[in-house]
């Protein structure tokens, strides 16, 4: 192997490894939840006294609030809403990369939480907790709002500051990710229609997706010659 070659597959590594330790601690995270899930021990244990708490401190106007972010986090309004960004970021920047590799995280994002639930087969809470009783039907474990809002804000934090590695983007894209993922979660949880481990799964599976868009993204880099903001070897003579 050439100097040039062994300089290439040591950026390669190095530049794969944040994406693969993603992907590993999420997964990590989601098989311990569902452990305990499944075990009714660990995290699970505070399923049922979360929910009531929240439960019997629901409001009018919280109650309007987080009917109104569940809404817009769900399957008819938010996947309208990523196909329209997509769809104006091609035009407009004239580049399908980033745009398509959010629309595949979303879509990547939707079938494995359906894929998830249907083998799982976690039930709701109670009928008597629910906001409107009745008005969600899939299975509980994950939250599939709560991952869809996760996956899309840390994919789009992440490959805006991939392209622009500057320390105040990054708080801020951090930042709304998490502050907006929070917000779609408690939802979930006043208004009864999960679990508080539904919604831990959810955000830990989220982080496996950006783990693979972030192996994806900087192996689209190093074909295309784009450098990676954390890679600093350089070939040597």
């Known amino acids: 192997m050439s100097r040039w070659d062994a300089w290439r597959s ?7 490894l944040p994406g693969a330790l993603l992907v590993a601690l999420g997964f990590a995270v989601f098989v311990v ?3 305990g899930v499944r075990e009714r021990d660990d995290l699970s244990s505070f399923d049922q006294p979360v929910l009531d708490w929240l439960v019997g401190h629901r409001g009018p106007t919280m109650r309007a609030v987080f009917a109104a972010i569940t809404l817009v986090s769900g399957p008819r309004i938010l996947p309208a809403l ?3 960004t997509c769809a104006v970021w091609v035009a407009v920047r004239r580049e399908w990369w980033r745009p398509g590799i959010v629309a ?3 879509v990547a994002s939707t079938l494995l939480s359906l894929a998830i639930k ?3 087969g976690r039930p709701r809470p109670p009928l008597a907790t629910m906001d409107i009783p009745g008005a969600e039907t899939t299975a509980s474990f994950p939250s599939g709002h709560t991952m869809g ?3 899309l ?3 789009v934090g992440y490959l805006a500051w991939s392209r622009d590695a500057d320390r105040r983007k990054l708080c801020v894209g951090g930042g709304v990710a998490v502050i907006g993922t929070l917000a779609v979660g408690l939802s ?3 208004l009864g229609y999960h679990f508080l481990t539904d919604v831990l799964a959810a955000v830990a599976l989220a982080v496996a997706v950006l783990g693979c868009v972030v192996v994806a993204d900087r192996l689209h880099g190093l074909d295309s010659g784009r450098p990676q903001q954390d890679s600093n070897l350089q070939p040597t003579d």
């Open 149 to 151: 809002t996760a996956t």
């Open 33 to 35: 939840l569902l452990d």
């Open 153 to 155: 804000l840390l994919v």
């Open 82 to 84: 990523v196909l329209v």
């Open 188 to 190: 979930r949880l006043y």
């Open 10 to 16: 040591r950026t390669a590594v190095r530049a794969l």
């Open 118 to 120: 249907d083998v799982v």
């Open 104 to 106: 595949g995280a979303m």
